[in-house]
């Protein structure tokens, strides 16, 4: 960071030798195939500061054997790690005090967060809408015990709903993002999730009409923001007109999904979608850096049909299937990073393996993976990203639930044809034991009535209500036609 950056450390002490990390650092890097004494950045006050910024300097660029890769932010000079913390998916728990819920897990919240920080990643990106709310405060919590200048946050200003986008409410979320986070500077915050909903109208109503965008960049000129972008989602109109005006606004980067599926195919999955070639081309023209959202599809590219997979394993015996889609995001020059959601520990591992340091993919390779992705379209899955937007829903039912397990059982082959289908008994029964182990009954899609209050909360503009009554009447159809 720069160095006239203003800076909270929490009074808190830092986490006490890492004791409830459960592995130790050195063989956390045995596991990764690193070697230990590799890693780029070790936790602040292990080191002094000048070998710290050695550290980030030798891991810019082409990082060493081991080391994080970091991109370099062109405004601000700042190092970001290619790997980005997404926080929209903290681990939950059963909570014993409130009949059940699923609360954050903090104690595991803290571990991942102490496990990124100690590997190099220093990008963390929430919202206050994530978690059911909660996601600021648990990132805050997790954050706070570490040296304020060990890592960039960013978060988002989610007015989704009409009684948000008064400039009162609105300005209300954006300093209680502050208070949750624990610091008195954002340093990258976000309009969230433009062109979605009614498009144009809905973006000037949540933006533009009650002052907020010019209060966003009176705080980054003060400061208090230290840079200035968006995500976006839906109607390109809202997309173009935001870049047409860049010379005004002076986007600091945009959020943008990309991946190697949507490169060329996001609209034919969706029609309200836009391809990522186009998004990330916009955005290159102009300098602009990308923050890449949804590198896995919500998981749908580390879920993949089985002969997608022994494809991409038998090219990469060693690599994960998610690792692909990983290389792929990060491979594109004008990346600044890339958020993964990562909830377990696994997935934590499995990606610093991935970007310590980042291999780009050569151009065979990118082709391959575009022919992978010629292969996966002809897979009728939802393009559910388990982002949870629609959620809750007022009549109880899993919506996400009810989705991601239909598109498991399209990617494992357990959606028969029909009954004449050669694996109509075996698919019948993996679809229907793995819906109700996945999905409650009384939270099935049997029960929704239609009433939409879903579908205009979805970024990927799912009819859900359709989606959830063509599913239910293949589960009926299941039930009255056994093998």
Known sequence: MSKDMKTTVSSDPPPENMEKIKITRRDFMKRLGLGTGLTALALTGCRSEA??????????????????????????????????????????????????????????????????????????????????????RATGIALSRHPRESYYIATKLSNFAPQTWSREASMAMYHKSFKELQTDRIDYMLLHSIGGGNGMDDFRARYIDNGMLDFLMAEREAGRIGNLGFSYHGEIAVFDWALANHDKYKWDFVQIQLNY??????????????????????????????????????????????????????????????????????????????????????????????????????????????????????????????????MPCPYGIDIPAILLHYNKCVNQGNVAEGTQASNYAEARRAFLVGYDRSVPRLRQASHCIGCNQCSPHCPQSIDIPKELHRIDRYVESLKQNPA
């Open 261 to 390: 599926l949507d490169w060329k195919h996001a609209k034919q999955l969706n029609p309200r979608n836009t391809d990522g070639e186009y998004l990330y081309g916009e955005l290159e023209k102009r300098g602009i850096p990308a923050i890449i959202m949804e590198p896995l599809l919500g998981g749908r590219l580390s879920n993949v049909p089985d002969h997608i997979a022994a494809r991409l394993k038998q090219r990469e015996p060693e690599k994960s299937v998610a690792s692909w889609a990983f290389r792929y995001a990060g491979t594109h020059h004008g990346v600044l990073t890339v958020l993964s959601g990562m909830t377990y520990m696994e997935h934590l591992e499995d990606n610093l393996h991935t970007y310590s340091p980042l291999v780009p993919l050569n151009d065979d390779e990118m082709q391959f993976l575009y022919d992978t992705a010629d292969l996966m379209v002809q897979y009728p899955t939802v393009a559910c990203n388990d982002c949870k937007y629609c």
């Open 51 to 136: 070998e710290n910024d050695a550290a980030r300097s030798a891991a810019s660029g082409d990082s060493a054997e081991g080391s994080m890769t970091y991109r370099i932010n062109p405004k601000t000079g700042e190092k970001v790690s290619i790997l980005g913390y997404g926080c929209m998916r903290w681990p939950t728990v059963r909570s014993e005090d409130k009949e059940g819920e699923d609360v954050i897990d903090q104690e595991m919240v803290n571990r991942l967060v102490d496990t990124a920080i100690a590997h190099g990643v220093n990008y963390f990106d929430t919202s206050p809408a994530y978690c059911k709310g909660f996601s600021e």
